[in-house]
């Protein structure tokens, strides 16, 4: 059974940082793509960042990139979103998610595995 659990989502001011982690289990880590995407309500969910399975490459939605880092730890399962410069437009339930397929070029899309999310909300 593949479970992801996210944590180290919460109240942050503008201009704070959060870190959230993912831990993975039940699917070969070391294989998948891993990804953050969020969403808010009455949105869809939208893409944030990923890695890829052998952490060679990373790839970040205009939106982000230069504020958040996404790394990785294949030997301890789990995938960072390194959140700096946080803005209100930052709120948002963040997810984690790994790829359908076992080493993808892809990154951006084909994610089949979800966490439960963790809830980031930044305060003017």
């Known amino acids: 059974q593949v479970q992801l659990t996210e944590s180290g989502g919460g109240l942050v001011q503008t201009g704070g940082s959060l870190r959230l982690s993912c831990v993975a289990s039940?699917?070969?880590?070391?294989?998948?793509?891993m990804a953050w995407f969020r969403q808010t309500p009455g949105k869809e969910r939208e893409f944030v960042a990923a890695v890829i399975w052998n952490d060679t490459m990373t790839d970040y939605s205009d939106s982000v990139k230069g504020r958040f880092t996404i790394s990785r730890d294949n030997a301890k399962n789990t995938v960072w979103l390194q959140m700096n410069s946080l803005s209100p437009e930052d709120t948002a339930v963040y997810f984690c998610a790994a790829s359908k397929w076992r080493y993808t070029g892809t990154i951006r899309e084909d994610y089949g595995y979800w966490g439960q999310g963790t809830q980031v909300t930044v305060s003017s």
């Open positions: 039940g699917l070969a880590f070391d294989a998948r793509n």
